[in-house]
């Protein structure tokens, strides 16, 4: 019985490396978002030190997801599709976060209000590819 | 080094021509009134790294009439020069700063900017140089004083020596002939420390040897730390040489690299270096006079009342204060060293002021990498500058020095730290 329910859970979801992995963008990102926000409505330039760093944290994660969604690809089989569209979402998320980046680089104010704007595009980016890693996919390891 | 150069290039490349590619040497970028483009930044800043080389056989090119020799070499990053009254030479030597690294930015950025610099241990002490028989050629080099933090600044009146560490104004006693130092410094006061984004604390005194002018850099570009670190920051100092005590002489100098009184005057000049990462044309360094109490912009607005759009809040009531400088010295050169000339130099240089420019790092065609002078007429600087020591640096980028502190000595020279090469050059007038 418990082995009919791990085998069920395995072939819903991805691996769970992955999933941690994929996951991990959503709270990183926001918190950039969230800093950002701060920022905007503060000054306080403490705020923009910190969406940097989150940043950069999110573009690790989502950048070792998108390694794991390529492996993932090519083992997909049936479901190449959805895992296509994963791919694809993973990799703008990365692309904006990158460009988003670069603009916090930028010194003080004139990160703003561009990174803000950005910051809300990645972290929307982010939830989407996840959730669609999370639902519409199985681990090809399972099979 | 060829790694840094892909990697600059590289970085141009990723621009995508939002920096705009071509750059024409435009036709007003120095004196009263430069031109101001608009500000501009890509997503990535102009970076164009110095790519250091030995000397070898190279020297710097001097004007007809002049020889150059390097006086002292193997020095530990030679900045400031003073001449003493008998002639002897005093170099301040070392590196300072320890600005904490708060984006992954500062991360990238400061490990390509080394790259362009002397990778020698801070030397945090005064080297004495002697020409005893007046051939120019320094045959005594020897430790006057060290344990220092970060010397830059040199001040001398009668009998008193003042050095401008990174973190404290002190004072030696000298007596003719010295070549070491008695003992340790006198503090007189302490100098802003804390974080030293812009370390240097550039120095002089007034002719009547009462007080002492100390510039003091901002603690950020624009304010990128916060305007918390820019409490006593960008500014310079008027210190009591007696009791030590202090004010701010005049405010909103992004980063006085440089101090001097012209000679027959009170008068007080200060080459400033100005904010970056708005375009290679913005914001201009500039040399100007510096008038008690007033306020130069930074870090509200820039050349006047050009309001810098990064800076919050905004302060529009300090904006309309701003005084205008006197004369650009261009954008990115990083103009470090200036000294009034005189007779000794020449009927042609003989009314002016020499700068020292270390050159740029955050710009695509870089600039500086010389020292300039700057004809005055009427006590004012009129006319284009003129190129008087080149050759620091060539076209492919292959640098070999970049000057610093620039120094006239009576005896009828130019004394040029280069804190590249580790070296002081003696340009003479023949």
Redesign the interface.
């Known amino acids: 019985m418990t082995a009919t329910v791990d085998r069920h859970y395995q072939h819903q979801t991805i691996h769970p490396l992955h999933a941690t992995l994929l996951a991990s963008t959503i709270p990183l990102f926001l918190g950039a978002l969230l800093s950002d926000i701060a920022y905007f409505n503060t000054?306080?330039?403490?705020w923009?030190?910190f969406a940097?760093?989150l940043l950069?944290g999110g573009l690790v994660f989502n950048g070792l997801a998108i390694l794991c969604a390529i492996i993932g690809v090519f083992r997909a089989g049936a479901q190449r599709g959805k895992y296509v569209l994963y791919l694809i979402l993973l990799i703008a998320t990365w692309i904006l976060g990158f460009?988003n980046?670069?603009?916090?680089?930028?010194?003080?104010?004139?990160i703003m209000p561009t990174g803000l704007v950005l910051s809300v595009i990645v972290t929307l980016l982010a939830c989407a590819a996840t959730w669609v890693g999370l639902t519409n996919l199985r681990s090809g390891a399972a099979e | 080094m060829k790694y840094s150069k892909t990697l600059s290039l590289s970085l141009l490349t990723l621009m995508l021509g939002a920096c705009g590619g071509e750059q024409q040497e435009s036709a007003n970028l120095h004196g009263p009134d430069p031109e101001l483009p608009e500000p501009q930044?890509g997503?990535?800043p102009s970076m164009e790294i110095a790519e250091p080389e030995q000397w070898g056989d190279k020297r710097p090119i001097v004007p007809d009439g002049f020889t150059v020799t390097a006086i002292a070499t193997e020095l530990q990053i030679p900045r400031q020069t003073l001449v003493l009254p008998n002639g002897d030479i005093l170099v301040a030597e070392g590196r300072g700063g320890n600005a904490p690294k708060?984006?992954?930015?500062d991360v990238i950025a400061g490990y390509i900017k080394a790259k362009g610099n002397t990778s020698v241990e801070s030397g945090n002490r005064l080297t004495l140089l002697r020409d005893s028989n007046g051939d120019g050629t320094y045959e005594e080099q020897g430790v006057f004083a060290d344990n220092l933090n970060a010397p830059y600044g040199l001040a001398f009146y009668d009998g008193n020596l003042y050095v401008a560490n990174q973190d404290a104004l002190v004072r030696f006693d000298y007596e003719e002939g010295q070549t070491q130092a008695s003992g340790p410094p006198e503090k007189i006061v302490d100098l802003p420390s804390e974080i030293n984004h812009h370390w240097t604390k550039a120095m002089t005194i007034s002719p009547d040897g009462r007080f002492l002018y100390v510039g003091i850099g901002s603690n950020?570009?624009?304010?990128?730390?916060?305007m918390e670190a820019e409490v006593d920051r960008a500014m310079v100092w008027q210190i009591n040489t007696e009791t030590g005590a202090y004010k701010p002489y005049a405010t909103g100098l992004r980063n006085p690299t440089a101090l001097a009184i012209k000679p027959g005057t009170d008068q007080l000049w200060a080459a400033v270096n100005e904010r970056d990462?708005l375009g290679p044309d913005l914001v201009p360094d500039y040399l100007t006079s510096v008038q008690e109490g007033g306020f130069y912009g930074w870090p509200y607005s820039y050349w006047g009342q050009n309001v810098d759009?990064?800076?919050?809040?905004q302060d529009p009531d300090k904006v309309a204060e701003t005084i205008t400088p006197d004369y650009s010295l261009g954008s990115h050169v990083a103009a470090l060293g200036l000294d009034f000339s005189s007779e000794v130099m020449g009927a042609e240089f003989s009314e002016g002021a020499f700068i020292g420019e270390h050159g740029s790092w955050n710009r695509e065609d870089p600039v500086g990498y010389k020292v300039i002078f700057v004809p005055f007429s009427d006590g004012r600087p009129s006319g284009e500058p003129v190129d008087f020591v080149t050759g620091f640096r060539d076209e492919d980028g292959t640098t070999r020095g970049r000057p610093v502190g620039v120094t006239v000595d009576p005896r009828g020279a130019l004394i040029v730290a280069d804190d590249l090469s580790n070296t002081v050059w003696r340009v003479a007038a023949q």
């Open positions: 000054f306080q330039i403490q923009s030190n940097s760093w950069a460009i980046a670069l603009q916090h680089a930028k010194d003080a104010w004139a | 930044r997503l990535l708060l984006k992954p930015k950020s570009n624009i304010t990128e730390r916060g990462e759009p990064r800076v919050r809040p």
